[in-house]
């Protein structure tokens, strides 16, 4: 059974650094691209960074690059993002995604696909 499980969410302040970590199991991981999508409040899912099969390979969204980094251990079966430099604006669920033969870029455009594989989600809220 395909599972993946995040944690690390909590509460911070502006400024402040999480690391959110995604454990996954039920699927060849080595064999799946994966990623983390937010969830804002009244906002619709939008993706924000994936990482290659690899892990040699990331790609980010505008508002996180340089901020936020993706990777992944293909021994442990696991993925983390480390977030720096918190804003308000990064408050949201945070939700660990996988897809099958899938490029970190073209996951990228992947936040209502169907065969994507999503976790539970993670609560980050981050205060002025």
């Known amino acids: 059974q395909v599972q993946l499980v995040e944690s690390g969410g909590g509460l911070a302040q502006a400024g402040d650094s999480l690391r959110l970590s995604c454990a996954a199991s039920?699927?060849?991981?080595?064999?799946?691209?994966m990623g983390w999508f937010r969830q804002a409040p009244g906002k619709e899912r939008e993706f924000v960074a994936a990482?290659?099969?690899?892990?040699?390979?990331?790609y980010y969204t505008d508002s996180v690059e340089g901020r936020f980094t993706i990777s992944r251990d293909n021994i442990k079966n696991t993925v983390s993002l480390e977030m720096t430099n918190l804003k308000p604006e990064d408050t949201a669920v945070y939700y660990c995604?996988?897809?099958?033969?899938?490029?970190?870029?073209?996951?990228?455009?992947?936040?209502?696909?169907?065969?994507?594989?999503w976790g539970q989600g993670t609560q980050v809220t981050v205060s002025s």
């Open positions: 995604a996988a897809r099958y033969h899938t490029t970190a870029q073209t996951l990228s455009m992947m936040a209502l696909d169907r065969n994507v594989y």
């Open positions: 990482v290659s099969w690899n892990g040699e390979i990331t």
């Open positions: 039920g699927f060849t991981f080595a064999y799946y691209a």
